[in-house]
């Protein structure tokens, strides 16, 4: 089993840089892909970012490319998004997720086994 704790959101103008941090418990971590996932109010939950286990692959949804950047460490067991030039729309809950499928970039929230229990990010305009 995996427990993912999410940190690093707050509150920010637009135009500022987050970093969002997802410290995984567990000796199996370099196992599972990674996806960062976020949920605005009344809107459905969407993959925002993903990586797969090894590091070498990554995807962004259309949104935030350019702008985030998600990388992993193995050896420290966590998983970063890095989030540039922010805008008002990129408000919302972020949550971590792993997936047991390794080499999935891209999947849909049931493909995912574990979750955090987010972290809010809010963007004044």
């Known amino acids: 089993q995996v427990q993912l704790v999410e940190s690093g959101g707050g509150l920010v103008q637009a135009g500022d840089s987050l970093r969002l941090s997802c410290a995984a418990s567990?000796?199996?971590?370099?196992?599972?892909?990674m996806g960062w996932f976020r949920q605005a109010p009344g809107k459905e939950r969407e993959l925002v970012a993903g990586i797969d286990y090894s590091g070498a692959n990554t995807y962004y949804t259309d949104s935030v490319k350019g702008r985030f950047t998600i990388s992993r460490d193995n050896a420290k067991n966590t998983v970063h998004l890095q989030m540039n030039s922010l805008k008002a729309e990129d408000t919302a809950l972020y949550y971590c997720?792993?997936?047991?499928?390794?080499?999935?970039?891209?999947?849909?929230?049931?493909?995912?086994?574990?979750w955090g229990q987010g972290t809010q990010v809010t963007v004044s305009s």
């Open positions: 567990g000796r199996t971590f370099s196992s599972y892909a």
């Open positions: 997720a792993a997936t047991r499928w390794a080499t999935v970039v891209r999947g849909p929230p049931a493909q995912y086994d574990y």
